[in-house]
């Protein structure tokens, strides 16, 4: 019986070494690596979706009774938005764009004005 076990006991020895020592753990890894890259792309995309919507929304709500901007000048205020939004000096987006920075601080007004007078609004009361 003692015998019995001590084979046993060798054997698993045995085959735990080996367990480490195989080589199939790369094709694992490359499939793992792969799933995550194909992951990390995709919630990349639906971020960059998520802030177009999100800037979309808000251009929208400040037009509200005006006809809505030919497609290229709404890109343009989507992309200085964004840029606003990430924290950009307004130097930076009119250098960015290729607009002036004066043309740059009359399509951010509108939205920067909002959100001040909220936030005193709120904090008056």
Do not use: C
Not at 36 to 65: H, P
Not at 79 to 85: G, I, S, T
Request: cysteine-free; aromatic content about 6%.
């Amino acid at each position: 019986m003692a015998w019995a076990l001590a084979i046993l006991f060798g054997v698993a020895v045995i085959l735990f070494i080996l367990s480490f020592t195989k080589t199939d753990s790369p094709k694992v890894e490359d499939h793992l690596e792969k799933i995550s890259l194909t992951f990390g792309e995709e919630v990349n995309q639906l971020q960059e979706k998520i802030r177009t919507l999100e800037i979309d929304a808000e251009i929208t709500a400040q037009e509200a009774g005006i006809l809505a901007a030919s497609s290229e000048q709404r890109i343009l205020l989507r992309e200085v938005l964004d840029l606003h939004k990430r924290g950009y000096s307004v130097e930076s987006i009119a250098m960015k764009t290729g607009k002036n920075t004066n043309e740059i601080e009359r399509l951010i007004a509108p939205y920067v004005n909002t959100k001040q007078e909220r936030g005193s609004v709120a904090n008056d009361i």
